[in-house]
């Protein structure tokens, strides 16, 4: 399941692309035929990402407003009230973009020089999008949560390619939707609803550190699980709940309204820089250089090879190996139904 930064990095990329744009939208699946009615002709006035959950929010198509506003939660009541598209991709749900050079994301831009490959009749190119900072691959096991692909200009939108449950069609790209674990259309009332429900999320900008502690004070469930509840704090996945808790030295295990509020203040503050690093780039990476540095030295003396995975992550999918700083071996056990991977000397 893609995590937070995913789904903001998404909805970074919708504002820039379709906000203030008029969608044709339709079901080619079928099974939001109802809901692309009623959105078929409206534009996009309004991107919100909240923890794991985007709202793209519509209006008849002769208002005009700005292309991201204030989060939903706080602004005043619409006229007319827009309608909201709540999209959760769960486990299997994904985007995929088609455009010409008119429908590039600031995210996507340097990743393709259109000018030079640019042919009449070219086939669809899918663009690098998750490569373009350092040119090197992303790993294989990462969800990624949207993949691009430039078409010649004039745009025509190709046939959609699987079961596309939503599609929003502009005059330069089109937003191809499927697999999503929820996709459904709400008022504002509705996601207000939604939000309520979780907990605070760290890319937001109206949402605080005091009430992660005081939903954390009312978790017996061990600290790892308890960040991957949403409804404790919302966009933590997998990846980051294991690297947060490396970072802030803290044994996984440890009940949650037991922790220290110096240290749910290392969690939320190393949250607050690594998460925009991953909107920025597409992809997370936590392991410092210097120290991946001194591992390799220690392992290639010690006669042992060094694997991919030691470069991204200290503790994520690196059960059995060293720890990148004291060398003990990292553990892993299923908690809450989820794998928890962790150092019994670093996080003691």
Same mark, same amino acid.
């Given at each position: 399941?893609?995590?937070?930064?995913?789904?903001?990095?998404? /909805?970074?990329?919708?504002? !820039?692309?379709?906000?203030?744009?008029?969608?044709?939208?339709?079901?080619?699946?079928?099974?939001?035929?109802?809901?692309?009615?009623?959105?078929?002709?409206?534009?996009?006035?309004?991107?919100? $990402?909240?923890?794991?959950?985007?709202?793209?929010? #519509?209006?008849?198509? !002769?208002?005009?407003?700005?292309?991201?506003?204030? %989060?939903?939660?706080?602004?005043?009541?619409?006229?007319?009230?827009?309608?909201?598209?709540?999209?959760? =991709?769960?486990?299997?749900?994904?985007?995929?973009?088609?455009?010409?050079?008119?429908?590039?994301?600031?995210?996507?831009?340097?990743?393709?020089?259109?000018?030079?490959?640019?042919? %009449?009749?070219?086939?669809?190119?899918?663009?690098?999008?998750?490569?373009?900072?350092?040119?090197?691959?992303? /790993?294989?096991?990462?969800?990624?949560?949207?993949?691009? #692909?430039?078409? %010649?200009?004039?745009?025509?939108?190709?046939? %959609?390619?699987?079961?596309?449950?939503?599609?929003? @069609?502009?005059?330069?790209?089109?937003?191809? =939707?499927?697999?999503? *674990?929820?996709?459904? =259309?709400?008022?504002?009332?509705?996601?207000? /609803?939604?939000?309520?429900?979780?907990?605070?999320?760290?890319?937001?900008?109206?949402?605080?550190?005091?009430?992660?502690?005081?939903?954390?004070?009312?978790?017996?469930?061990?600290?790892?699980?308890?960040?991957?509840?949403?409804?404790? @704090?919302?966009?933590?996945?997998? @990846?980051?709940?294991?690297?947060?808790?490396?970072?802030?030295?803290? *044994?996984? #295990?440890?009940?949650?309204?037991?922790?220290?509020?110096?240290?749910?203040?290392?969690?939320?503050?190393?949250?607050?820089?690594?998460?925009?690093?991953?909107?920025?780039?597409?992809?997370?990476?936590?392991?410092?250089?210097?120290?991946?540095?001194?591992?390799?030295?220690?392992?290639?003396?010690?006669? &042992?090879?060094? !694997? $991919?995975?030691?470069?991204?992550?200290?503790?994520?999918?690196?059960?059995? &190996?060293?720890?990148?700083?004291?060398?003990?071996?990292?553990?892993?056990?299923?908690?809450?139904?989820?794998?928890?991977?962790?150092?019994?000397?670093?996080? &003691?």
């Amino acid at each position: 399941m893609p995590e937070g930064h995913a789904i903001h990095r998404l /909805a970074t990329q919708f504002a !820039q692309v379709m906000s203030g744009e008029v969608v044709a939208a339709s079901s080619p699946q079928g099974r939001f035929a109802a809901g692309t009615a009623e959105l078929d002709g409206q534009r996009l006035v309004d991107v919100q $990402a909240y923890g794991k959950h985007m709202f793209l929010g #519509f209006a008849p198509c !002769q208002t005009v407003a700005p292309r991201q506003t204030e %989060p939903a939660a706080t602004v005043p009541e619409s006229k007319p009230p827009l309608t909201w598209l709540h999209i959760h =991709l769960g486990i299997y749900g994904s985007w995929r973009f088609y455009g010409d050079s008119q429908f590039i994301a600031r995210h996507i831009g340097p990743a393709l020089d259109l000018a030079e490959t640019a042919q %009449p009749a070219a086939e669809i190119v899918e663009i690098p999008v998750h490569t373009h900072h350092d040119d090197s691959a992303f /790993a294989p096991h990462e969800h990624f949560a949207d993949r691009w #692909f430039w078409t %010649p200009a004039p745009f025509q939108a190709p046939s %959609p390619y699987g079961t596309v449950r939503l599609r929003l @069609i502009t005059a330069h790209g089109a937003a191809d =939707l499927s697999g999503p *674990n929820t996709c459904e =259309l709400l008022d504002d009332a509705g996601v207000a /609803a939604v939000f309520a429900r979780l907990g605070p999320d760290p890319l937001r900008p109206d949402c605080d550190f005091s009430e992660f502690v005081k939903r954390c004070a009312t978790r017996q469930k061990g600290i790892g699980e308890a960040l991957m509840d949403q409804s404790v @704090i919302a966009g933590v996945g997998n @990846i980051y709940r294991a690297e947060v808790l490396y970072a802030a030295r803290l *044994n996984p #295990f440890t009940p949650a309204r037991e922790v220290t509020s110096r240290k749910l203040r290392r969690i939320w503050n190393w949250l607050e820089e690594y998460l925009p690093l991953g909107v920025e780039s597409g992809r997370i990476t936590t392991a410092d250089p210097d120290d991946y540095s001194t591992f390799v030295e220690r392992e290639l003396a010690a006669g &042992r090879e060094p !694997q $991919a995975i030691d470069s991204r992550y200290y503790v994520y999918q690196r059960q059995d &190996r060293p720890c990148l700083r004291c060398s003990a071996t990292v553990k892993l056990r299923v908690a809450g139904g989820r794998k928890l991977y962790w150092c019994p000397r670093c996080q &003691r």
